[in-house]
């Protein structure tokens, strides 16, 4: 096993318990906006797309690039417009009241 | 650790700043009223890793990568302007697309670097396409299943297990036989369109009621194969990614399986919809009390403490408009009105707060089942619309009840329970609800838009 993917299972242990300890305490009011948002950042995975397509290695690699490019994309500009009009709408009740 | 040229060392210190906005991106959703600067930080991590992304030292072709990411934004933006009910496929629709991306990448890498594969890496890839190829056919299904193109029924067969088992098993064994000969570019198609088909099994047998479940569950598979891509591709930007989406799905789909009553084991190996509940037929006449429109806003307008229990009826049939109407017209009296919501009161994880919301119900009323269970004794009014099985004394009390042990909202507790019911249909499960046959229970018949929107014109006429 080389030391990169050693150092790559170090990374994931320590964000999976990050991600348990700062999930555990979102609001149940936000789960669906908590995972639409998750979504769009895990299409983070365009930029191993990307580089694929840049790269241009192999056809193949190009063409499946390309299309990982655009599914990704899809992800990050949907989940992030969809996140935030979900957010917009919570409101606290008006604090005057009649 | 070999010295990076400066053009790469700047490139990860940018993938380094954008995992800490991504991790402060999720911390930030923790409260109404910072979440909103979790999406700013979560794109502008996006955006300094795409940017950064660019000036990559190999890249000689930006044509094409401009091109897709406009076709990209092109479809995602529409995705952005989803009607909320439609949420939930949207959210499938999109884990599908992560999950394609996922598949692709790998199965490009897996050409370009055969048969010069180490056996963890291989372990690693094979994890990645899997668990990608999967995911993939999965959400499509279950985002078919919730825009009811597919039929939601579950469909069962003998030997359902045993089957997705051997797909399952047969992915495995492949997966183990390129390790040992990575060299064996014949077995990874095989390799990648069985798990495309025990993706669709998986899904057929379960039934919209599961969803919420089902959704998160493949939210975490989702964040699984994108962590394992970070590992192919030494990423660790994408593996922290993916293990905060894995992490995420999973305490979701915990979440929504305790709420089901759901075991976990039930949980992991996806076997949902298994219980093929039929109603056990206690067939004598039991009689129930309804109500008028005029009787409920007469009860509603004398009442001090009204709790609402909106279920996924509610949303079906449009009326959580009405619904705020009627809030509104009860708060300007002085009543006190608050929302109990179960958790799987919808379909995906906190869906129905996301609907009662968009009605501008402020979300300070929207009381989460265990908080809003004590108060049910001091209640006048428990207003149950559209929800039947969350509301369910049965699973508390009635050990021979499929839905045993599943908690419940204690409406029953209060004084007066109302529930607006299209007919005395059982609910989604096929359970009959002894609720509806207590002396303090009014049943209204009808439409729930139409119900509510007479019991507002009744509330607004007595004013005068």
Known sequence: ?98 | MTELAGNQLLLEVVYLIASALFILSLKWMSSPRTARHGIWAGELGMLLAIGGTLLHHGIVDYKWIVIALVIGSGIGVPLGFVHMTAVPQRTALSHAFGALCVTLVGTAEFYLRTPNVAPFMMAVLSMEVILGSLTFTGSLMAAGKLQEVLPQRPITYKGQNLVNLFFLSVAVGLAVYLVLHPGARQVFPVMVVIPLIFGVLMIIPIGGADMPTVISLLNSYAGLSAAAMGFVLDSKLLIIAGALDGSSGFILSVIMSKAMNRSFTNVLFGAFGQVQVKAAGSTEEQTVRSATAEEAAGILAAANRVVIVPGYGMAVAQAQHKVRELFDALTKRGVDVRFAIHPVAGRMPGHMNVLLAEADIPYDKLIEMDDINGDFPQTDVALVIGANDVTNPAARTDQSSPIFGMPILDVEKARTVMVIKRGMSPGFAGIDNPLYYFDHTLMLFGDAKAFVNSIVHELAGNSH
């Open chain 1, 1 to 98: 096993m080389s030391s990169a993917l050693l150092n790559g299972l170090f990374v994931f242990m320590l964000a999976g318990f990050i991600g348990f300890e700062i999930i555990k305490r979102v609001s149940p009011l936000l789960h669906t906006p908590l995972m639409s948002l998750t979504n769009a950042l895990d299409a983070i995975a365009v930029v191993g797309a990307i580089v694929l397509v840049g790269e241009h290695k192999s056809n193949l690699s190009f063409v499946l690039g390309i299309v990982a490019v655009i599914a990704a994309t899809s992800n990050v500009v949907g989940g992030f417009l969809i996140t935030d009009r979900m957010l917009k709408m919570f409101k606290t009740s008006r604090p005057t009241k009649p």
